[in-house]
């Protein structure tokens, strides 16, 4: 395939422009592999060292993204969104212009695992409402997430519609609580054959759990929850402030 030559633009802001093109007239599309750096030299006529430099910066700019011994592949868009608020994900996603189908895996009384009666600070014989949904978005889940809250914390949670409705927005209206904070972190997850093929078998089987814990106007929990996320569409950005950020990468289609 032959490019334009631009006498302006050095080789390697060439090679960038002409991946560029492709991707955004979709002749490339998310998950193609491009050729290797050696494959490109030859294609432009040049050093590795310039072919390295136009692929760091496509890298850079999430064009496209690398996976060690396999190549670099063409990335999806991002979409910047902050999580400074206590906004639900369906909430989230709509300011960014996205509608979000969610489907209920389960509702259902548990006898809680240490790590969720912690979080809730549940009395030994106490049990926790355990909430799981998978998130679609155009399609395709995004996310799922998993809520647990103490079982005698309001009776109208289990006879709600939890497909369409928001668990931040029933425990105010229904439950009369008031959400003041979410302490939030961040793990690598080890997930279970079931998760990954409800979250659609990525092709490149990357993922992110965003983990916390979410209190009342009185600051006591009532919400702990587990969100797995396709680490192919979320990007975590940090500020300098230590405000967290996730970059929901858009979807095709």
Same mark, same amino acid.
């Given at each position: 395939?032959?490019?334009? +030559?631009?006498?302006?633009?050095? @080789?390697?802001?060439?090679?960038?422009? !002409? %991946?560029?093109? *492709?991707?955004?007239?979709?002749?490339?599309?998310?998950?193609?592999?491009?050729?290797?750096?050696?494959?490109?030299?030859?294609?432009?006529?040049?050093?590795?060292?310039?072919?390295?430099?136009?692929?760091d910066q496509l890298a850079d700019r999430e064009r496209i993204f690398r996976v060690p011994g396999k190549g670099s592949f063409v990335a999806f868009p991002k979409i910047l969104h902050q999580t400074s608020q206590i906004l639900s994900f369906t909430e989230k996603m709509k300011a960014q212009g996205l509608e979000v189908e969610t489907k209920l895996i389960l509702k259902e009384l548990?006898?809680?695992?240490? +790590?969720?009666?912690?979080?809730? @600070?549940?009395?030994?014989?106490?049990? !926790? %409402?355990?909430? *799981?949904?998978?998130?679609?978005?155009?399609?395709?889940?995004?996310?799922?997430?998993?809520?647990?809250?103490?079982?005698?914390?309001?009776?109208?949670?289990?006879?709600?519609?939890?497909?369409?409705?928001?668990?931040?927005?029933?425990?105010?209206?229904?439950?009369?609580?008031?959400?003041?904070?979410?302490?939030?972190?961040?793990?690598?997850?080890?997930?279970?054959?079931?998760?990954?093929?409800?979250?659609?078998?990525?092709?490149?089987?990357?993922?992110?759990?965003?983990?916390?814990?979410?209190?009342?106007?009185?600051?006591?929990?009532?919400?702990?929850?587990?969100?797995?996320?396709?680490?192919?569409?979320?990007?975590?950005?940090?500020?300098?402030?230590?405000?967290?950020?996730?970059?929901?990468?858009?979807?095709?289609?």
């Open positions: 395939m032959e490019y334009p +030559e631009n006498s302006y633009l050095t @080789k390697h802001r060439q090679i960038i422009e !002409a %991946l560029t093109a *492709q991707i955004q007239a979709n002749q490339l599309k998310p998950y193609d592999r491009l050729p290797s750096e050696k494959e490109l030299c030859a294609q432009w006529q040049t050093s590795r060292s310039t072919v390295r430099k136009a692929m548990i006898d809680p695992s240490e +790590e969720v009666a912690a979080a809730l @600070k549940l009395a030994k014989s106490a049990r !926790a %409402l355990k909430i *799981q949904r998978l998130r679609i978005v155009k399609g395709e889940p995004m996310v799922l997430q998993t809520a647990f809250m103490p079982a005698n914390l309001c009776e109208n949670l289990m006879k709600e519609d939890l497909e369409s409705q928001s668990l931040n927005r029933l425990f105010q209206e229904q439950c009369d609580i008031r959400l003041s904070r979410s302490d939030i972190w961040i793990e690598a997850p080890i997930i279970s054959k079931k998760e990954k093929k409800l979250l659609g078998n990525p092709h490149v089987p990357l993922f992110l759990a965003v983990v916390g814990v979410t209190f009342d106007q009185n600051g006591k929990p009532v919400r702990f929850s587990r969100g797995i996320f396709r680490g192919d569409r979320v990007r975590l950005k940090i500020s300098d402030s230590a405000v967290f950020e996730l970059d929901y990468s858009s979807l095709l289609g």
